[in-house]
């Protein structure tokens, strides 16, 4: 089965420092999220991703961050001077597309890579 | 955005059947109901997704009442690898699909 891969699987940082964060996603898949989730907190929506623009971000997702789509397979999350409050887990996901046309809700299930865990110190 | 309520935590023995209850009494006409599973240090991963009624898969089925305000997953027979915790996430946050995770239901089988 196809899975959505995310490296690496754990990155240590300096606060201040940027850091990329990666993830392949499913390769037919269309749309491209990043969550995060804070040890022992919800799972967090950042941004989600179409067509190689930002389709929607929260409020999490500040000018600190940003992503990017740089070639046909890869999905990038920089975070740029980071913060120690930036620590967590951060998930990639994507999913095929939404049925739109029928007036309804997606229906469309998100696939989760095993996250990036990072740690700054 | 439909509010979801279900348990904090659950307990099971092996081989039983489990059945987690969410509520989501403001589901909009349009939400699909959708179950995650989370282990520790890995990403959700999709279960089951449903409108109305029953719907069955290879792990787990997904029963929604006439009225759609809660519904319920079953998981038939759990081993101690079905320890994880679960999400009911109803309708989505945004345009595009954005999930929004509550706490979910932590289920820990016991031998």
């Known amino acids: 089965e196809p899975e959505v891969t995310q490296t690496p699987s754990h990155q240590v940082t300096q606060m201040g420092q940027e850091v990329i964060l990666r993830c392949v996603p499913i390769?037919?898949?269309?749309?491209f999220y990043w969550y995060r989730q804070i040890l022992g907190q919800k799972v967090e929506f950042l941004v989600s991703?179409?067509?190689?623009?930002?389709?929607?971000k929260s409020e999490i997702f500040d000018d600190q961050f940003s992503v990017e789509r740089p070639d046909g397979s890869n999905f990038t999350l920089k975070i740029r001077s980071t913060k120690l409050e930036d620590s967590a887990m951060y998930f990639c996901?994507?999913?095929?597309?939404?049925?739109?046309?029928?007036?309804?809700?997606?229906?469309?299930?998100?696939?989760f890579g095993d996250g990036t865990r990072l740690s700054i110190l | 955005l439909a509010k979801t309520t279900q348990p904090i935590s659950m307990d099971s023995y092996e081989g039983q059947e489990v059945n987690i209850t969410c509520s989501h009494n403001?589901?909009?006409?349009?939400?699909?109901i959708t179950w995650y599973q989370q282990f520790p240090s890995q990403g959700p991963r999709f279960i089951i997704q449903?409108?109305?009624t029953k719907v069955t898969n290879e792990v787990a089925s997904l029963f929604i009442p006439a009225d759609r305000k809660s519904s319920t997953l079953s998981l038939p027979r759990v081993s101690l690898s079905d320890t994880a915790v679960y999400y009911c996430?109803?309708?989505?946050?945004?345009?595009?699909?954005?999930?929004?995770f509550g706490k979910g239901t932590k289920l820990s089988v016991k031998p």
């Open positions: 390769s037919n898949h269309l749309y």
């Open positions: 996901a994507s999913s095929v597309d939404f049925t739109r046309d029928r007036g309804i809700g997606w229906d469309q299930p998100q696939h």
């Open positions: 449903g409108y109305k």
């Open positions: 991703f179409y067509n190689n623009e930002i389709s929607e």
């Open positions: 996430l109803v309708g989505y946050g945004g345009s595009q699909g954005n999930l929004i």
């Open positions: 403001n589901i909009a006409t349009n939400d699909y």
